[in-house]
């Protein structure tokens, strides 16, 4: 049924309509007598109640707002289209198919039996109900009665038990006022010591992927995806490398996983801070619930430092950042940015580049070019002459 509402929303849509507009046509017509007594004001009350309590996700904002206010208005209405239903489609079906017994329900399906007719489904339904429902009350008056006669043993039994109880689940309590789900992936953010060429950070990701590889079961791993370095155009908006010597690594895993992703992720740490210690790693597993409490950050907490000097605000990233990392409960930080790459400065006159037939973007890729083929014949003559 679940799966025929989402395949065809419009048509369970229109058939709740149609059977609203027909309770409301049939309630409007139905006799004083056989309409249900509803406290009108309670019912209207309640509802409004239990709807105003969802108005503060309104004021959400980032993933937050674009997560939780559906299922805030989801319930909403909800509530408001069980209280349109119960007020015209279930007083219907009351009058339809249960009627009761002017006389009390003790009498109910007595004219039937005397008549000689069987009682319908629901008014054997009614009988059978009633008379359990009625065996239900007188046990637990009787209950009532005893614990009222000795309220001392009585509040000492129920605190006592009611402690074991506690005692008993305290082992399988969760803390956590969003609890961890496992999200089936997670992701490395991987930066490899400042000056590495892109074929050198090429060789260091096919050796973590390695290492993730003989972390992860087989049967558990699903793909690896790794992003290196950054192309000079649009698409670097949408990744979080600042330089050809960073990457991300995405492992996915397979749905019937038997291993949390949590837990690969700690081994993975584990066994890169052993065998690689000259990279800088950072772990995310990119959840729903944790994007939701982050605002879509990275990390839960995140320190940010706006300055012009760039340098100056690099330098006063790293003195909070190797503080937090001395901390028990903290286990990895990073840093985004990274200023200490080597480059070059190029100053075009772009006047003279225009009178050779140079463009500023040919200039921009082919100067650093020249000086890679310049400097890579160098060093190999100086090597030569040093043999």
């Given amino acids: 049924m679940p799966r025929f509402a989402l395949r065809y929303p419009l048509f369970i849509i229109m058939l709740c309509l149609m059977a609203g507009l027909v309770g409301v ?12 007594d509803i406290d009108m004001p309670a019912v209207v009350a309640t509802t ?3 709807s105003i309590v969802f108005f503060p996700v309104t004021f959400l904002s980032g993933i937050s707002k674009y997560i939780f206010t559906p299922l805030g208005l989801g319930v909403v209405f909800s509530i408001f289209a069980s209280y349109f239903f119960a007020m015209t489609v279930v007083p219907l079906f009351w009058a339809a198919f249960i009627r009761i017994d002017p006389r009390g329900c003790e009498k109910e399906g007595h004219t039937d039996t005397v008549e000689g007719r ?13 008379a359990r429902f009625r065996r239900f009350l007188d046990g637990y008056g009787r209950l009532a009665y005893r614990v009222l006669q000795r309220p001392a043993w009585a509040a000492a039994a129920f605190l006592g038990g009611l402690a074991i109880i506690l005692l008993g689940l305290f082992p399988f309590l ?3 006022y969003f609890p961890r789900t496992d999200p089936g992936q997670f992701v490395i953010n991987v930066r490899m010591p400042s000056g ?6 090429d060789q260091y990701v096919a050796r973590v992927e390695n290492v993730i590889r003989s972390v992860v079961k087989p049967r558990d791993l699903g793909m690896i995806v790794s992003n290196i370095g950054v192309y000079p155009g649009l698409s670097a908006i949408f990744t979080n490398n600042a330089s050809i010597h960073a990457a991300f690594v995405q492992t996915g895993l397979n749905d ?26 950072y772990f995310q597993a990119g959840g729903l619930v944790d994007g939701a409490i982050n605002q879509g950050l990275p990390a839960l907490i995140g320190i940010r430092i706006g300055s012009n000097d760039m340098e100056g605000a690099f330098a006063l990233a790293r003195n909070p950042a190797a503080e937090i990392r001395t901390m028990l409960n903290v286990s990895s930080v990073y840093i985004p940015q990274d200023l200490d790459y080597p480059g070059i ?29 310049i400097h890579g014949r160098r060093e190999r003559k100086l090597a030569s002459a040093e043999e």
């Avoid at 590495?196 to 950070?201: D, F, I």
């Fill in 345 to 373: 400065a190029l100053n075009i006159d772009r006047e003279r580049a225009s009178l050779i037939g140079l463009s500023v973007i040919v200039t921009v890729f082919l100067v650093p070019a020249v000086y890679l083929v």
């Fill in 174 to 176: 969760g803390r956590a």
């Fill in 256 to 281: 019937d996983h038997r291993i949390g992703s949590y837990e690969y992720m700690r081994r993975v740490q584990q066994k890169l801070s052993q065998e690689m210690p000259e990279l800088s790693t």
């Fill in 48 to 50: 409004s109640t239990t």
């Fill in 196 to 201: 590495t060429r892109l074929e050198v950070s």
């Fill in 118 to 130: 069987k009682p319908s489904f629901f008014k054997r339904l009614l009988i059978v109900f009633d």
């Fill in 25 to 36: 046509v049939n309630v409007a017509q139905m006799p004083v007598d056989l309409f249900p």
